[in-house]
């Protein structure tokens, strides 16, 4: 076992560690040690107050500027406010029945005091805080130990401040520092002139100047960097390592056939795209791509030529879609693109034709005992469906393809279950419709060669996006609802999205918080606005929306709901109406945020639009302007002009650039979230090393990483690099780097 790898209960004791383990997953030297500082301030440098977000834990340096003892009126005990300052804003600190703490809480003492922000008469308050005074008169342990250097402080607990936490940090240092091993090998380390680990780590909680920081930072960057991307060269490489069927389109084959019915021409992206696809299927290694792109850009008629290609080879493939309504909707139009050619075998269809069968968990039983015995005996070509896909009774004559829809959605597992269905490892393209910045791409799917779509077909009309104020100018709403009867009264179609459904039985505490329902199927996550989400009305929901609409502004109109907890038949059959243009206005939830592709629907409107992600929002508004007719996007929020909820709003509307957006978005989420979703199996996001800002670095650590990888794939010469990659990935999940 390694310095890192000791348990901090050694380092702290029992009780301490516990609190460091259950309120910040700090349970080993390694853990604590690798938790940096979330900023440093200097002795005499005062935390800015006017910057505090309500329901925030903070640690603040502040100096007290009054202290009052207050008793209760008509009973015993007090209170004692004290009032801090930063020398333009103030905060209050509350403590009930502890007027004893007058005696070292006086006014002109500086201190680091931590509390979670709240409210009370409109001024912002930490009751009960936790301190510690750094008066040097008084002599005290951090003040002496914070005197002439920056102070660190980091993210903490309620039960762990971060003078506390910096305690535990500093015995650290002492007792292991000088047995941390080295994982980057000596000659990178001389290449690129980085320092030693001990002592970046050294410098990165005790730095004696920002000097100081940045050395330990430029290394620490340069750790998390290399280590993930020998991780994802060795994926490769093992990858690489696989036999599999090559699988070559014929002349005159099935792809032929269908590229000749086209009705328009391929443009000079998806030609590009499909051709490096074309020649990795060709190889007799398992193709591993990821194809992304911009809303709109034809990445499924990629993959079905791909999927084509497999078939005329005479292998099968399938399309895992993450919701029945996007599986449905995938079957239904690749059916209608393919014409008779989806009907092979069967009467009237081509004889170079296969079949198309789809598979979901809620198909009834002579459907579904169907589409299992065309796949398995082979007749059907091509499958879509579900994580019904996945199950042990789905069996393929001969799997060569398995296209990965939205692959966010889907465990590293569940993929890997499908590939497994194969005799020799299946091709492999992942499709997402969110676009990721390269270096993000190059860190997050590493493993995996990258093509980008960025480029729109002919005919496909532009989208103008608008911001609608809500509470500022509520004339803006009502000529919203206008706009889409006007869209209809042209024949055309709209949709209006909404964050809840509106179903939900009612809790049995009001305070008692929901359970999070999946994506499709609830409201999104609002706590990407940073506000208290409980000084905020409950988000709009479908169902209540829908009956305001059509008692109101929509009366009169066609007007359908859509959500995921509806019956599976009810929602294709709302689907196939919309499709249809027997529906004229769509109330959904984000059901349809990906996939849905109804040509005539012109119109959206999003309720509450501050509560959905900025790349979300971009699917989402991707559902219009697919036709001949331009498309129309309304953004309605409640949220003030110049709150960071609408400057989202703004960005949203001001460019159709995805790629674009989704900087923006990461910008906002960190990288954290992003490898989270991701990269199944790894355990501490970054921490220092930033995808958007250190493109260098990144492109550079996966060259070193793949030349090492290639000379030493087992890291033989390498101990502490093959132990620090052992503590990126979660022991039990460590086959992710092993799988595809």
Known sequence: MGALDEPLTKLVGDRTAKVLADSLKLRTVGDLLHHYPRRYVERGQLTSLDELEIDEHVTVLARIEKVTLIP????????????????????????????????????????????????????????SPDYQLLDEDAGSDAARQFAGRLIPVYGASAQMPSWKLSLCVEMALDSYLAKVGEPLPAELRER???????????LIHRPRGQADRERAQSRLRWDEAFVLQ???????????????????????????????????????????VSAEIAADLATEHPMHRLLQGEVGSGKTLVALRAMLAVVDAGGQAVLLAPTEVLA????????????????????????????VVLLTGSMGVPARRQALLDMACGDAGIAIGTHALIEDKVQFQDLGLVVVDEQHRFGVEQRDALRAKGEQPPHLLVMTATPIPRTVA??????????????????????????????????????????????????????????RIGDEEPAADPKAKKKRKPADEDFEDVAEQGTASDERRPPLSVVETAEQLLKGPLSGLRVEILHGRLAPEAKDEVMRRFTAGEVDVLVATTVIEVGVNVPNSTAM????????????????????????????????????????????????AGTLDGFELSRIDLEQRREGDVLGQAQSGVKSSLKVLSVLEDEEVILTARTEATRLVAEDPELAAHPELRTALESLLDEDRAAYMEKG
């Open 328 to 355: 449905q909707q995938h079957h239904r139009s690749i059916v209608e693109m393919m014409g008779d050619l989806a009907e092979g075998g069967m009467l009237g269809g081509s004889d170079l034709g296969t079949r």
């Open 605 to 652: 409107v999003i309720m509450d639009a501050d509560r959905f992600g900025v790349s979300q929002l971009h699917q989402l508004r991707g559902r219009v302007g697919r036709g001949t007719a331009p498309g129309l996007c309304l953004l309605v929020s409640e949220m003030p002009a110049g709150s960071a909820a609408r400057a989202r709003l703004d960005a949203v």
């Open 230 to 272: 020998v991780a994802l060269a060795r994926r490769r490489a093992a990858d690489s390592a696989l036999p599999a069927k090559p699988r070559r389109a014929r002349d005159g084959g099935l792809l032929d056939a269908f590229d000749a019915r086209l009705p328009f021409t391929l443009t000079e992206g998806q030609r590009k």
């Open 442 to 499: 190059m860190t997050v799917f590493g493993d995996l060669e990258t093509s980008v779509l960025d480029q729109l077909p002919a005919g496909r009309s532009p989208i103008s996006t608008h911001v609608v104020p809500a509470l500022e100018k509520p004339n803006f709403l009502t000529r919203a609802w206008e706009r889409v009867r006007e869209e209809v009264g042209k024949g055309h179609q709209a949709y209006v999205v909404c964050p």
């Open 72 to 127: 209760f009126r008509g009973r015993k005990g007090d209170r004692l406010e004290v009032v801090v300052t930063d020398g333009r804003s103030r905060l209050s600190l509350v403590f009930f029945n502890q007027g004893w703490r007058q005696k070292e809480l006086k006014a002109g003492a500086q201190g680091l005091f931590a509390g979670k922000v709240g409210v009370f008469n409109r001024t912002r308050q930490l009751v």
């Open 192 to 202: 690129h002139e980085l320092i030693p680990l001990p002592e970046a780590l050294e």
